[in-house]
């Protein structure tokens, strides 16, 4: 029973996140997309026109991209250097909403990747007890 437990807290409870391998060339691209994005933040312009100052010919790269851009954002400027969401959203021009559910999903792949390495070290996601 308790192995049929664990495959159901797996299954239903673990949101499943892909996360992208790079060829070195879209790794190229993500490196100067990221740097260019900085660039333009940090001159002042929003984040929509911070997007528009590096172009992405395939646009799968560039949502992946962007979506990893504002979570470097968010890293950066909320749990580095304690700003409040809404401000950054102010500066960004964007929705506090955007930034809420990006920093949710922040969390959630940390929390996924967390168990999924503690499983591989350990062989369970579900640590043993002593009973």
Known sequence: MKKRQREKIKKTD????????????????YEEAVN????AIAAGKPLRLAYESYAIADKELEAIIH???LKI???????????????????????????LDTKKRMLQEAGVTAA????REYGSIIPGTND
């Open 67 to 69: 979506a990893d851009f």
């Open 36 to 39: 260019a994005y900085r660039e």
């Open 116 to 119: 999924n390495e503690f499983g």
């Open 14 to 29: 673990m949101p499943e996140f892909l996360f992208k391998e790079f060829t070195p060339g879209e790794d190229k691209i």
């Open 73 to 99: 954002m968010i890293a950066d400027l909320h749990f580095g250097k304690g700003q409040p969401l809404d401000q950054i959203a102010k500066t960004l021009t964007v929705s506090l909403e955007l930034l």
